[in-house]
């Protein structure tokens, strides 16, 4: 059987190669994060960078806050978080930053990931924090997005159904969820949505066109040291039919603990992790998906690879904060400081 050109093979799988206008982006070398660490979320807002989270030996969660601004290019310390966690869900909106889920000690015993149900509002403003309805399920490592005025948090894990147990370790049986719950911020209410279909954590994503994409994560357990695999699945979410689609254009690295970006349409995918018996890795390639297309772009790598760090889109740059250049469970942890941006040019 004659073989097909290689560039068609590529174009079958829904991967485009960076075109000469896309390669002109470049990483540029910031400010350097003043507390490495890894398992850090970063979110955009009011023309600033927010750092969040972060997790200590023994997982302990480190609570942090940081706020970055580009006009001066420093970093500033904030309040702590309000409630000491991990793995928890952030996103922006109307210029305040939402915090969804996650995972904090157990209250007695062996350290392990305990899923909890808080909400909370943190005004970056006033530097201050202000609890809100809790979610109906409890679950850590889920993602948030905004489309209108309401807030979609998808997926993550938890304890299994009907299970005494009330924390997550990787020498236990746990689960992901594909739970999805929408949030309305002006009635400070929840009502549930069709889950998706493929149930995961650590995944990552945005919003595009009024409609939301779940890309990549683990399914299975969510230590990757344990029970989990790395998927390069892509879903579509819709709000407006609350239905979901499989997006036939997969992420061309499968991944998890990564961060992204959405900027003119497109959502940035880099760093992350994964593992199998050959290999306990973290990533630098940096790849974006175009829901208009369908298809994925190939881009200049991150100058660092690792895992559990913060993102976020501000102005035209894709801001990569700090992380773990090692994988998890390797007994070693290499905490970068290094805050590499890349510029984006903005053309489709």
Same mark, same amino acid.
């Given at each position: 059987?004659?073989?097909?050109?290689?560039?068609?093979?590529?174009?079958?799988?829904?991967?485009?190669?960076?075109?000469?206008?896309?390669?002109?982006?470049?990483?540029?070398?910031?400010?350097?994060?003043?507390?490495?660490?890894?398992?850090?979320?970063?979110?955009?807002?009011?023309?600033?960078?927010?750092?969040?989270?972060?997790? &200590?030996?023994?997982?302990?969660?480190?609570?942090?806050?940081?706020?970055?601004?580009?006009?001066?290019?420093?970093?500033?310390?904030?309040?702590?978080?309000?409630?000491?966690?991990?793995?928890?869900?952030?996103?922006?909106?109307?210029?305040?930053?939402?915090?969804?889920? $996650?995972?904090?000690?157990?209250?007695?015993?062996?350290?392990?990931?305990?899923?909890?149900?808080?909400?909370?509002?943190?005004?970056?403003?006033?530097?201050?924090?202000?609890?809100?309805?809790?979610?109906?399920?409890?679950?850590?490592?889920?993602?948030?997005?905004?489309? $209108?005025?309401?807030?979609?948090?998808?997926?993550?894990?938890?304890?299994?159904?009907?299970?005494?147990?009330?924390? !997550?370790?990787? &020498?236990?049986?746990?689960?992901?969820?594909?739970?999805?719950?929408?949030?309305?911020?002006?009635?400070?209410?929840?009502?549930?949505?069709?889950?998706?279909?493929?149930?995961?954590?650590?995944?990552?994503? =945005?919003?595009?066109?009024?409609?939301?994409?779940?890309?990549?994560?683990?399914?299975?357990?969510?230590? !990757?040291? =344990?029970? &989990?695999?790395?998927?390069?699945?892509?879903?579509?979410?819709?709000?407006?039919?609350?239905?979901?689609?499989?997006?036939?254009?997969?992420?061309?690295?499968?991944?998890?603990?990564?961060?992204?970006?959405?900027?003119?349409?497109?959502?940035?995918?880099?760093?992350?992790?994964?593992?199998?018996?050959?290999?306990?890795?973290?990533?630098?390639?940096?790849?974006?998906?175009?829901?208009?297309?369908?298809?994925?772009?190939?881009?200049?790598?991150?100058?660092?690879?690792?895992?559990?760090?913060?993102? &976020?889109?501000? $102005?035209?740059?894709?801001?990569?904060?700090?992380?773990?250049?090692?994988?998890? =469970?390797?007994?070693?942890?290499?905490?970068?400081?290094?805050?590499?941006?890349?510029?984006?040019?903005?053309?489709?």
């Amino acid at each position: 059987m004659k073989s097909r050109p290689l560039h068609l093979v590529a174009l079958l799988l829904g991967v485009v190669l960076a075109s000469t206008a896309w390669a002109q982006g470049r990483w540029v070398k910031l400010a350097a994060f003043p507390e490495a660490a890894e398992e850090l979320l970063g979110v955009a807002s009011g023309g600033k960078l927010y750092v969040f989270c972060g997790i &200590a030996p023994g997982w302990k969660p480190m609570a942090m806050v940081y706020e970055y601004d580009p006009a001066t290019d420093r970093w500033g310390k904030k309040q702590p978080m309000a409630l000491a966690s991990h793995h928890v869900a952030f996103a922006e909106h109307r210029g305040k930053i939402y915090a969804f889920g $996650g995972f904090v000690l157990p209250a007695s015993g062996p350290a392990a990931w305990t899923p909890i149900d808080n909400a909370w509002e943190y005004d970056p403003i006033a530097d201050t924090w202000r609890g809100l309805a809790p979610m109906p399920t409890k679950r850590g490592s889920p993602v948030a997005a905004v489309v $209108g005025d309401r807030i979609y948090v998808i997926g993550g894990a938890t304890v299994p159904l009907n299970s005494k147990e009330v924390s !997550i370790h990787p &020498a236990r049986p746990h689960r992901s969820v594909g739970t999805v719950e929408e949030y309305d911020p002006a009635a400070n209410t929840w009502r549930e949505r069709t889950p998706m279909p493929t149930p995961r954590n650590h995944a990552t994503g =945005g919003a595009v066109n009024n409609k939301v994409y779940v890309i990549g994560g683990r399914v299975g357990g969510a230590f !990757i040291t =344990g029970a &989990a695999n790395n998927v390069d699945i892509v879903e579509e979410y819709d709000p407006a039919t609350d239905s979901w689609a499989l997006v036939r254009a997969r992420m061309p690295t499968p991944r998890s603990a990564m961060a992204s970006g959405v900027y003119v349409g497109r959502i940035y995918v880099t760093g992350g992790e994964g593992q199998d018996n050959r290999m306990m890795a973290t990533f630098r390639a940096l790849e974006a998906f175009d829901p208009a297309s369908g298809t994925w772009s190939i881009l200049p790598s991150l100058p660092v690879s690792r895992h559990g760090l913060a993102g &976020a889109v501000v $102005g035209n740059r894709l801001h990569m904060v700090s992380g773990d250049v090692q994988s998890a =469970g390797t007994g070693v942890h290499v905490h970068t400081d290094s805050h590499d941006a890349f510029e984006l040019d903005g053309k489709r």
